[in-house]
């Protein structure tokens, strides 16, 4: 697995650790750690050992277990295996546990380092920036207080019916002019003139102004794979919610943003495959949207959307085409359910400069309802995405023409039983058998060849399993291109 981290301060800062798998480049998860317990307070390094849940990528479920230990070392001091030189924090990952029970050992390197585009997420949108000066004494006030700004306010300069503002000064007076400077961007720094006229316009003092920019300390990342040129709609729970009526920003003005009681939702562009879109939310509680209490961080993969639809027990086929770039290539193409969606060719093959090379996909659905899944395409060599594709499916049960009761006594041992099946055509044909729970059902044979207008018996294997509160265990017989022909519904009794 890939790991990626964004640190900010320590004291109300987070650590956003984002979880890949390497090879077909699918995001796992992500983790949050709270960096407060790393304060060091005058020591010369701390550590902490710690287990976190792995929040899936819509942040809905927990996809496994994280095992880090992370410190906080001064320079020039060594704890344990963590020695480093001037690093301020050092995350060693120990292992990550999915929920299919499978361990990975992790040593993370820089992210910009390994793929260039997955390095790509973690750099901010630019916002416009705002820089005026404040006339108004209340929001001066606010400002003031919230900001812990402890230089002395002018009364006399706020609220001037006149505008623009002027003022009185005797000689080697003193005056404090407040400006509001807002912005969240990219760029290190901006550079501001302010000029001092007379009423004749003439100048009596510049002063030039750098504002050296800080990193946006990130409280959420969220990550969607949407269709292209689609609108993505989401609606998001604010994570343990600020006291006060929640206000939000965004920082692409093409997204739609607004705040519904305790939820965050937005309407977003899709762009064209293969860009991605990245924008930031901020959320206030302030009442003017002046210091954000969080500040999350969206970004939208743009996928390629292919529609599939079969019946359960059935196959669907449908080809994708890849064109090979300027370049050749080192290729492989992954699936988020190998299960389910089954590629061919399914492993590494040479894709020729400017070439065309056709993907067979397989949907082979075990259970109905609608789904939707991932096809990447990998450079190999470079570990470099190539293509991906989003494949919405629907899959709908086909017609069950009988329903067989079948005692099953509790045992430790598979259990052999016996359904009948008539070929009704008038030609010998061969059937090909499944199950939507091959975990708990197997054939004897899985071909049948089958004498016309015959009746053969189909022998099923049990598994112990099969006695734990399953009502309902699909048979299908296809035929030879995986039409379903008959659907038998056997129940466990």
């Not at 499978?102 to 993370?108: A, G, K, N, T, V």
């Amino acid at each position: 697995a890939v790991v990626s981290t964004q640190s900010t301060g320590i004291q109300e800062g987070s650590c956003i650790i984002d979880l890949w798998d390497a090879d077909p480049l699918f995001h796992i998860g992500s983790v949050t750690v709270k960096l407060k317990r790393l304060a060091r307070q005058g020591e010369h390094g701390v550590q902490t050992t710690q287990v976190f849940d792995v929040q899936s990528t819509d942040h809905k479920s927990s996809v496994g277990k994280l095992h880090l230990r992370v410190a906080n070392i001064g320079s020039h001091v060594s704890i344990g295996d963590l020695s480093r030189q001037n690093a301020s924090l050092v995350v060693e990952c120990c292992s990550y546990s999915g929920l299919k029970n499978e361990e990975s050992i992790l040593r993370p390197r820089p992210l910009s380092n390994i793929d260039q585009s997955l390095n790509s997420i973690l750099q901010s949108k630019t916002l416009q920036t705002e820089n005026r000066l404040i006339c108004d004494s209340s929001e001066a006030k606010i400002l003031k207080s919230l900001f812990k700004v402890p230089t002395p306010l002018d009364l006399e300069f706020f609220d001037s019916p006149k505008r623009p503002v002027r003022m009185i000064l005797r000689s080697g007076e003193e005056i404090y002019i407040p400006f509001l400077y807002s912005s969240i961007t990219t760029k290190k720094e901006f550079k501001y003139t302010i000029k001092l006229l007379t009423e004749e316009h003439t100048p009596v003092q510049l002063v030039r102004l750098t504002f050296i920019q800080q990193r946006n300390v990130i409280s959420e990342r969220f990550l969607f794979s949407e269709p292209e040129e689609t609108f993505a709609k989401h609606s998001l729970a604010v994570p343990s919610t600020p006291s006060g009526h929640l206000l939000v920003q965004c920082s692409d003005p093409s997204v739609l943003c607004s705040a519904e009681g305790e939820r965050v939702v937005f309407k977003a562009p899709v762009p064209k495959t293969p860009q991605t879109m990245r924008f930031l939310i901020m959320i206030y509680t302030d009442g003017h949207c002046y210091l954000p209490a969080q500040i999350w961080e969206i970004v939208i993969y743009s996928l390629k959307k292919i529609e599939l639809s079969a019946m359960v027990g059935t196959e669907k086929i449908f080809p994708i085409i890849l064109r090979g770039t300027d370049a050749l290539s080192v290729v492989q193409c992954y699936s988020s359910d190998s299960q389910v969606l089954k590629l061919e060719p399914d492993r590494e093959f040479i894709l020729s400069p400017n070439n065309i090379q056709e993907v067979r996909v397989k949907f082979e659905p075990l259970e109905t309802g609608v789904r939707d899944y991932q096809v990447n395409v990998v450079d190999t060599n470079n570990r470099v995405l190539l293509e991906r594709w989003l494949v919405h499916t629907t899959a709908d049960l086909p017609v069950v023409s009988r329903t067989y009761d079948l005692p099953l006594s509790r045992s430790l041992v598979p259990t052999t039983k016996q359904i009948s099946f008539v070929n009704p055509y008038t030609t010998e044909r061969v059937f090909k058998l499944k199950t939507n729970r091959p975990e708990l059902l197997s054939f004897r044979d899985n071909l049948l060849s089958v004498p016309s207008k015959q009746s053969v018996n189909i022998g099923l294997v049990l598994s112990p399993l099969a006695m734990s509160n399953f009502n309902y265990i699909m048979v299908f017989v296809n035929d030879v291109q995986q039409k379903c022909e008959e659907c038998f519904a056997v129940r466990i009794t």
